[in-house]
C-alpha cells in the first residue's frame, strides 16, 4: 500500500518537472531576445524603395550588461557605429567592417544610463535606444 503512495506521488513530481521543462523552452523559443539578453530594436531608413536590387539585411543590435553587439547576416563594409549618452556625448564611435554572418562586441564602460546607438552605412541609417 505505502509503495503504491510513493510511486503515485512520483508521478505527479514527474509531470510537474515536464511541465516546468516545457514552459521553458516554450519560453526560450518564442522570446530569445527576453529571456537570453536584451536586443535593441533599432528604426530608421536601410535600403532604397526606389531601386530595385537586393539590400542586405538589417544588422541586428542587443546590449548584454556593458556588451554591445551587432550581427549582420550579410557582408557590409564601412558601417559606422555610434553610441552617444543622453546629453549627446559619444562614447564609442568605430567605422567597421562585418563579415557574412559574424558578430562585432563591443565593451562600453561600466556606467548607467540610456544611450543611443547609430548604424550609419551608404544603404540607409539605424537608430535605436537602450539603458546600462
Known sequence: M????????LKIITMKNCW???FTIFLVGV??????GGSVHVEGRWGDDR???VFP???E????????????????????????DAEGKV???ECITISSGETVHFTLSEI???????LNHEYGYLVGDFAM
Open 2 to 9: 505505502a509503495f503504491t503512495f510513493v510511486r503515485a506521488q
Open 20 to 22: 516546468l521543462l516545457f
Open 31 to 36: 522570446f530569445p531576445q527576453i529571456v537570453l
Open 51 to 53: 531601386i530595385r536590387t
Open 57 to 59: 539585411k538589417v544588422p
Open 61 to 84: 543590435v542587443s546590449v548584454d550588461e556593458s556588451v554591445l553587439s551587432i550581427y549582420s547576416a550579410d557582408s557590409l563594409s564601412d558601417l559606422t557605429i555610434t553610441v552617444v
Open 91 to 93: 562614447i564609442l564611435e
Open 112 to 118: 548607467t544610463g540610456t544611450y543611443q546607438v547609430r
